[in-house]
């Protein structure tokens, strides 16, 4: 399938101009349908019958972990179902062995969610440092080569900026992590949808993402792991091999004890989300069809366009590098007095393109670049055109000229 080809099969670009994939992307047709038929055709709850329903259901089930896995070079390794991305930064966070006088390594430039939970931590005695970027939010490998110290236990940064788009150097940091003795989770809610990602060559141990961002259903988020050293965040049904209730006697109460089983399970308890999952199946294989490298390609066209309008416009900033090598198509501006959630609002009124305006979950990046209402951010995906790019230039121009 072609890029150009691939419109057909979503209804919102055919009256509207969707620019908001970072926050969620659209869906295609073809996943859709593949959720639709779980629910008509063989609805069942998965590892707990022998009936023909469950024994479909639970293989498709089990063949989306592996179509997942793949997808991102995981197949050695554990793939776990989440909700989201920031559930799969929180079991992390929860299910490590910290002992007080750990290090975590994170960012300024990080989401909410690669950052409260280890935040958090610090409740449990547990040093967090956090580093700042350069002006155009890249690091060196200076700034990590000093941070991360024999006494860091986990270093966790984004890929991709959700805020400038920036690309970060994760293989180089893995290196680092490496040379320590430190575990490295790559948040990739950004990345995994825009290009190819391989966990193997990355040299990560942990990567969470989203499948909502990448053409899949929402509540669907992944967790892949290098090796299984995690406790559950929470036990429940399909995550043991065997329970008793003999346990020994504490004053008044009965420890009970159970056998985790192996694998994905032992960390999604109770009832998943079935028809998600087949629906972020279906993502990857669309995104494999049309060939992530073609993806990206096409995303950097789209975006050398936006930065070379908006660089010709007057009292517009872009924030972020300009250099297309060191970016996505995440675009994120000002224009001078005028509230980003006016510039969204006008964008829509006027040209029906939708954008995103605010702090996008990363209040701390925001108070560091000193923008007090945020920004208004572009971002881009397989379902953008060039011609959609070219009116979004045009009516920000036209906002620009109210100043």
Not at 59 to 77: K, L
Not at 180 to 193: E, R
Not at 262 to 275: L, V
Request: overall charge negative; charged content about 20%.
């Amino acid at each position: 399938m072609n890029i150009e080809d691939c419109l057909a099969d979503f209804r919102i670009p055919q009256y509207l101009h969707y620019m908001d994939s970072a926050a969620t992307s659209l869906i295609p047709e073809p996943v859709i349908a593949s959720m639709n038929e779980y629910d008509r055709q063989y609805r069942a709850n998965v590892g707990r019958g022998m009936h023909r329903l469950t024994r479909v259901a639970t293989q498709r089930y089990q063949d989306a972990h592996d179509t997942v896995s793949s997808f991102i070079g995981g197949d050695e390794g554990t793939t776990v179902f989440t909700k989201n991305t920031t559930e799969a930064i929180n079991t992390v966070a929860a299910g490590l062995d910290w002992q007080p006088g750990d290090r975590i390594v994170t960012t300024v430039m990080e989401h909410h969610s690669n950052l409260l939970p280890w935040l958090r931590l610090r409740q449990k005695g547990i040093e967090v440092v956090i580093l700042q970027p350069g002006p155009e939010g890249i690091f060196d490998m200076e700034t990590f080569d000093e941070a991360v110290t024999a006494d860091t236990k986990l270093v966790a940064i984004s890929h991709v900026s959700n805020v400038l788009g920036t690309v970060q150097p994760v293989r180089e940091i893995a290196a680092v992590c490496k040379e320590h003795g430190a575990y490295f989770l790559v948040d990739g809610a950004q990345s995994v949808p825009h290009f190819p990602v391989d966990v193997q060559d990355m040299g990560c141990d942990f990567l969470c993402f989203s499948g909502h961002k990448m053409l899949g259903p929402t509540g669907t988020g992944v967790l892949w792991m290098r090796d299984a050293i995690l406790s559950p965040l929470m036990v429940g049904g399909g995550t043991v091999d065997d329970v008793t209730i003999e346990g020994v006697a504490a004053k008044d109460a009965t420890t009970e004890e159970y056998t985790l089983t192996e694998g994905y399970k032992r960390y999604e308890a109770g009832t998943p989300h079935i028809s998600g999952a087949i629906g972020l199946a279906q993502a990857v294989k669309y995104l494999q069809n049309l060939g992530m490298d073609a993806v990206f390609r096409h995303e950097k066209k789209l975006t050398t366009r936006l930065l070379a309008g908006l660089a010709e416009i007057d009292n517009v900033t872009v924030y972020g590098p300009q250099d297309i090598k060191n970016r996505i198509g995440v675009v994120s501006f000002t224009i001078n007095r005028i509230h980003p959630h006016e510039i969204a609002y006008l964008l829509d009124e006027r040209a029906a393109v939708l954008v995103r305006s605010g702090d996008h979950c990363c209040i701390p990046l925001m108070k560091h670049f000193g923008l007090e209402n945020g920004t208004v951010r572009a971002s881009l995906y397989l379902y953008n055109t060039l011609e959609e790019i070219d009116l979004l230039i045009e009516t920000i121009e036209e906002i620009a000229r109210m100043v």
